[in-house]
């Protein structure tokens, strides 16, 4: 649905500098045939309608995807409406405030989203139904009404002059119309039927209710509503002398009736601005060939610069795509620790030094050097760079290679890759840049079972970012492409353990002493707000710390685990780790309610013992990760078992 409501956001935005057009154009035109009008009014309900459109450069639109796809998705959401200035001024409120957070699980753009979504599908709702029920209800006011001739019937409910209905269209009189008023009214409502008026005016009600959020939509319906009473009045009053002119006027003055509200039926003979009516009848004459001419042209050129879409660059499935960090930039450390989520496991693996010339390179070694040597000097350069991907989809194949002459076989690696760059201050480590951004990597496998690359995909980013991302991984079987394009798009998915693993390995690095540290971050977090502050104002007042506590992943759960089982963890201090420790095992969480960080702690112990034995260690293994980093903690202290014992 989010997706939906995206697509309608640009569409109306695109719309909206034709409405703007067409609002300027009807001032200079002001002499012009309303029945052009009428039609420019057409095409900016094909524009709204239509959910493409061709490129051009002659158009005047800035951008039609003013929020791409990706903002679902990114780590500093963005607009790209084509103005710089309203770009500058948007996108740091933007990032600042619904960027997404690894520490937590649910996206802030996506929450905004979906309920903008939900607001837009209840808005559109509610108007459809107030469109219906007052149909009904004005049919039901008709009941009695008397045939008068052929589709033209009268009654007294009828407060003036109206068309209703779509397939039979029917004219209502009300009862107290002079004869000279009538011959007026019917020419006029009888117009409206041969314009096809009361089919123009229920689509443009239901356009209505789709972008109902638009106010310049809502302007656009109510001059369209008008122009149609003029382009009727003019069809009418044609060959009319002034004489007649006057009568048809004084009928229009008879039958006017205020209106306050906005409908989609019926075309009644008395609404929309009579005075400017009367005023338009009177001084009606028959516009000069060359306004028409005018007219017409400016029609053209309407649809030309405004029916299409400003080019964008041409999208390169074959070479690399150039991708900027924007797609998905963060301020984050990283690592290079590899994850291959083949079917369904998930495993992982690091490699701090670079292999010999002539070893044989496994895929991930593989999909690993590539992806450092793609991104090398693309970064503002630390000191240590590592990456992290998560393989999505495989798809093995083959080419003819002239050079080798015979057929090679080929595989394509779709992967979410995390690219990261390192400084160390002798105490800690800071990231110096990095992206995360899904790639398609190409391999030629040759006699050796060696993996020679020939080409390294990334989507554009902006607004091409989602559409580039469904064409290049809808390449894949369709039993495998769903999952992959939704992997590909949900970034929040894998970013917090990658960004983890890209920690391990830079501290591994550096030989970092992570226990001092994370105890560091811990005395930050405690050193304020006050003395009698709740726990959870420590841990509110110190989001940085907190983050970077998640980042340092295991290696803070084995600070939290040793401090807690050391005991005497009952104050402040157990509290915060409490609330650490719960955001890094996630779903082994303890539903539990404790006084003290330590009461809380002593219970999961507890609990992750007699899991390990109604479950067994393979199954917690699998199913609590967490759990047995805790029990292979316990083992080495007591010396009872070996870290092996425990590897997973």
Not at 226 to 249: G, P, Q, T
Not at 297 to 313: A, Y
Request: one cysteine or more; aromatic letters at 10%; hydrophobic letters at 45%.
């Amino acid at each position: 649905m989010e997706t939906v409501f995206i697509k309608i956001l640009n569409m109306s935005i695109a719309a909206g500098w034709m409405i703007l057009a067409v609002i300027l154009l009807r001032s200079l035109l002001k002499r012009a045939p309303k029945a052009l009008r009428c039609f420019l009014w057409l095409l900016v309900g094909i524009r709204l309608v239509i959910p493409f459109s061709w490129e051009s450069v002659w158009s005047l639109i800035p951008s039609s995807d003013v929020v791409g796809n990706d903002i679902l998705y990114s780590e500093t959401p963005a607009i790209h409406s084509g103005i710089d200035l309203l770009d500058q001024a948007v996108n740091p409120v933007l990032s600042g405030s619904l960027a997404p957070d690894t520490f937590q699980s649910v996206n802030p753009m996506q929450v905004a989203a979906g309920l903008a979504s939900m607001v837009w599908v209840f808005g559109t709702a509610v108007l459809l139904l107030y469109s219906a029920v007052s149909y009904l209800r004005l049919r039901r006011r008709l009941f009695d009404a008397v045939r008068l001739r052929d589709n033209i019937w009268q009654s007294e409910k009828a407060a003036s002059p109206f068309v209703l209905g779509l397939f039979r269209p029917r004219i209502y009189l009300p009862y107290h119309l002079s004869e000279p008023a009538i011959s007026h009214v019917i020419a006029h409502e009888q117009a409206h039927i041969q314009r096809h008026d009361h089919w123009i005016k229920p689509i443009a009600f239901l356009i209505l209710t789709v972008y109902w959020f638009h106010p310049l939509v809502w302007l656009a319906y109510i001059l369209l509503c008008r122009d149609i009473e003029l382009a009727c009045d003019e069809r009418v009053i044609k060959d009319m002398d002034l004489e007649n002119k006057k009568e048809y006027s004084e009928a229009l003055l008879s039958c006017s009736v205020p209106r306050h509200t906005i409908a989609a039926c019926p075309l009644a003979f008395g609404e929309a601005g009579v005075r400017l009516r009367i005023k338009n009848v009177l001084n009606h004459k028959k516009p000069a060939f060359w306004l028409i001419l005018a007219a017409l042209l400016s029609c053209v050129v309407l649809s030309v610069c405004f029916l299409t879409n400003p080019p964008g660059p041409e999208p390169d499935f074959g070479e690399n795509a150039s991708a900027s960090a924007t797609a998905y930039e963060f301020q984050t450390p990283s690592g290079m620790d590899t994850v291959h989520e083949a079917p369904g496991n998930t495993g992982q693996k690091a490699e701090p030094e670079a292999p010999e010339d002539n070893a044989l390179l496994t895929l991930d070694e593989s999909i690993s050097a590539a992806i450092l040597e793609h991104n090398k000097g693309s970064h503002q350069g630390g000191d240590f760079a590592c990456e992290s991907h998560v393989t999505l989809a495989e798809q093995p194949g083959e080419r003819y290679s002239e050079e080798a002459g015979a057929a090679v076989e080929t595989l394509q690696v779709y992967a979410m890759v995390l690219y990261m760059e390192f400084q160390y201050d002798g105490n800690s480590i800071s990231d110096t840049g990095g992206s995360h951004i899904p790639c398609v990597l190409s391999f030629d496998l040759d006699e050796h079972g060696n993996y020679h690359l020939t080409n390294y995909w990334e989507p554009r980013d902006g607004s091409y970012y989602g559409p580039d991302i469904k064409k290049r991984f809808g390449q894949l079987p369709p039993e495998t492409a769903a999952a992959a394009i939704a992997g590909a798009m949900d970034t929040q998915k894998y970013i917090l353990p990658q960004i983890q693993q890209c920690y391990a390995q830079a501290s591994d690095y550096w030989q970092m002493d992570t226990d001092a540290f994370i105890g560091q971050l811990f005395g930050t977090i405690l050193s304020s707000p006050a003395a009698d502050a709740s726990p959870a104002a420590y841990i509110d007042g110190h989001p940085l710390e907190v983050r970077e506590l998640t980042y340092y992943g295991d290696d803070t759960l084995r600070y939290i685990f040793l401090e807690f089982l050391a005991g005497g963890q009952t104050g402040l201090k157990g509290h915060v780790m409490r609330y650490v420790m719960d955001g890094l095992i996630g779903n082994e969480v303890l539903d539990l309610e404790a006084a003290t960080g330590q009461e809380y702690f002593d219970a999961w112990k507890s609990s992750v013992q007699l899991r390990l034995e109604e479950e067994g260690m393979e199954a917690l293994k699998e199913k609590a990760p967490k759990a047995c980093l805790l029990l292979q903690m316990l083992g080495e202290l007591s010396g009872e078992l070996s870290s092996e014992t425990f590897s997973y």
